[in-house]
Each structure stands twice: as C-alpha cells, then as structure tokens.
C-alpha cells in the first residue's frame, strides 16, 4: 500500500541577488516517515539545484540542519512532514534569524562559535606537560559525572541562540550555548580553572545578560536546558563573590 502524498514545501530563502527574503513553493510526493530534511534533498535533487541548506548525518546528531520550520527553530532532520500538515496545508521553512545569513537557508556561524570558544572549552590543567602526557586516569564519582554530563550533549546547532530574545536584541551577548559550556566545564572535577570561568562570565555580556526567558530550553533538541546552566552560573558567581573568591585578577584564564 502506497502511503505517500503530494505536500507543499515553501522555501522562505533569503536571495543574495536581491537582498531580500523571496518565497517558492514546491509541490512534491513524499512517503510517510520522511522528514522535511527528506523533502528538501528531493527538490535540491529533483526540482530546483540552486536551493542552499546544510545538512550532515541526517541522525539529529550534528545539528547542521537547524532551520525554522513553520515559525519555530528546530532541526530538519528530526520534523515528520505528515505529522507537520496534521494542522496546516503546507510547510514554511526559513533560515535561522539569530545568526547572520548567508543564502536561503544557510546561516553564517563565525560569530557563534567565537562565542563559543570565548568562554574556553576545553579542560585546562595548571600542569602543561600532565596536560597533554597525563600519567593517569582522572576518575569521577557518579555523582561527579552528574553534575555536567547534561550539558555535555551540546550539538552547537545554534537553535537556542535563535529563539533567545538577548541574542537577537544584544549582539555583545554571548549567549546560552556558549554560557552552558562554560557552567559544564565549571562542574567537571577534571578541570582546575576554578573560580576564573565564573569571573569570565560575570557581566553583562555573560551570565548576567540573560533574562530567563526558558526559549533557549524549549527548543534545544538534545534537551541541554542552558538556561538551567545559566542561572547556575549566577547561583556560583554569587556565592563564591559572597565568599570573596571572584577579587583576584591573576586568577582570570591565560589565553592560549
């Protein structure tokens, strides 16, 4: 039995010949399970070649498929086609407005992951040579582990700068993706930054930035929940400025 339909996929593609947002419908026949990931690589591949997205493994795993589907910031590859007509008779796909835009869907990451790497994430050892020749495991209690395993599971998709209201309203902000690594690499044991990561975001521009809007969370594939992250990193920049260990500059992060 034959369960595929004919569907209306409306690319919002932002055109760089006119610098403007430019509409195209395409009709197309899909099957049941296919995702909206699926019906773009069907009109790339059968219908118009010039459409630009990204996409990688097709899994929800890299995130390179972010994009707004029907008004609200997800991936591709993880939104059924048939479940989306459920209430609607087409599907609306457009590019992320939180990060600059390149062609059509493809969205321009350099100032996302500068954000990123602001906040230095990576484990930093006070002992260069133990850092990279480690001579043992550093093990972790359960308990330990627990505390930041969460927030390990970024994807740095960038959903969750697109649907912040900071992000798109503050462009010094640096953002929850960038301020959830920066609370993972707080909590894990292995890392002896200490206090300096919270003295790195404790402003405006990081932690304190944030209005708590819960967005970032809702729409985060991976269920990371930043803005959890982030009000954890203000909790821990309180506390240990209430016990006088966010004074020292010295104690600030040596860049690379």
């Avoid at 509409?23 to 296919?34: N, Q």
């Avoid at 001579?135 to 960038?158: H, M, N, P, V």
């Avoid at 982030?230 to 104690?251: C, M, R, T």
Wanted: aromatic share 10%.
């Amino acid at each position: 039995m034959d369960e595929s339909k004919h569907v209306k996929i409306v690319i919002r593609g932002f055109d760089t010949k006119i610098r403007q947002f430019r509409s195209r419908l395409y009709e197309i026949k899909e099957r049941k399970f296919a995702s909206v990931l699926d019906a773009l690589i069907h009109i790339k591949e059968k219908r118009d070649a010039t459409v630009s997205f990204r996409y990688s493994c097709r899994m929800g795993i890299c995130g390179s498929c972010a994009m707004v589907i029907n008004g609200k910031p997800r991936l591709a590859c993880e939104t059924n086609v048939f479940k989306e007509l459920e209430s609607r008779d087409s599907i609306v796909v457009a590019p992320m407005e939180g990060h600059p835009i390149l062609k059509d869907l493809v969205n321009d990451f350099d100032d996302f992951f500068e954000d990123h790497k602001s906040v230095k994430p990576w484990l930093f050892r006070k002992d260069k040579k133990e850092k990279f020749a480690a001579k043992k495991e550093y093990k972790q209690s359960e308990k330990e582990r627990d505390g930041f395993l969460t927030f390990s599971e970024c994807i740095k998709c960038g959903l969750c700068y697109d649907a912040c209201p900071v992000v798109n309203t503050n462009r010094d902000f640096i953002g929850p993706q960038a301020l959830s690594q920066a609370y993972r690499y707080y909590k894990d044991s292995r890392d002896q930054a200490g206090q300096s990561r919270l003295i790195e975001v404790d402003s405006l521009k990081g932690a304190w930035g944030c209005e708590f809007s819960g967005s970032c969370s809702k729409v985060c594939p991976k269920g990371v929940d930043p803005a959890l992250a982030i009000q954890s990193l203000k909790f821990e920049i309180i506390k240990n400025g209430f016990l006088g260990k966010l004074n020292k500059p010295e104690q600030r992060i040596k860049k690379k």
